[in-house]
């Protein structure tokens, strides 16, 4: 009788460093942002506070044991790569805008672009696949993801036209 009460015990022991430890890493993640947050537009700041955001959500979900240890990594990572391709694009641009950022895996590459996915090893940095996203680079946050810009309707439509045009050669 006396394993029982031990062992809940360490049970709540071992939750309780669990919790710690995703508050620590979240409480480091979030001082850090904030740092950099005072260089960027309202536009930028808000969406690095939406990632913030995810990212408690996520630390909310571990806490209460709702997701595996390996999904709140693999997520945790995206939204480190999220955040760190956010604010290249904003100190490289100098702008407040940022287009609509996709990060996915490699094994991911299908939940964009279906059962056909380019090879990750061919994508070039700029190059525009089914005429909807821009590949912007890899992002090495505790794995390896690969961002994406999706194209605002008018770039979808102009990139449309290039592609007919190519295919159709005009007529003299």
């Known amino acids: 009788m006396k394993r029982k009460p031990m062992a809940t015990l360490e049970r709540r022991f071992l939750a309780f460093l669990m919790v710690a430890t995703f508050a620590l890493s979240s409480a480091h993640a979030t001082q850090a942002v904030q740092y950099s947050d005072e260089e960027f537009g309202p536009v930028v700041r808000a ?5 913030r ?6 630390d909310d979900r571990a806490s209460r044991r709702e997701v595996s240890a390996t999904y709140y990594r693999h997520n945790s990572n995206r939204i ?16 407040d805008y940022l287009p609509e950022l996709e990060a996915v895996s490699a094994e991911e590459m299908g939940l964009l672009f279906g059962s056909r996915p380019p090879q990750p090893a061919r994508l ?12 912007l680079g890899v992002v090495r946050a505790g794995e390896s993801f690969y961002l994406f810009a999706r194209l605002d ?11 007919s045009a190519i295919r159709r050669p005009e007529k003299e």
């Open 80 to 95: 480190k790569a999220l955040r760190q391709m956010a604010i290249r694009l904003a100190r490289e641009t100098h702008n």
């Open 124 to 135: 070039k940095v700029g190059e525009v696949l089914k005429n909807t996203f821009r590949f």
């Open 153 to 163: 309707p008018y770039e979808q439509a102009e990139q449309t036209e290039k592609s």
């Open 47 to 51: 969406y690095l506070g939406y990632l």
């Open 53 to 58: 955001n995810e990212q408690e959500v996520v």
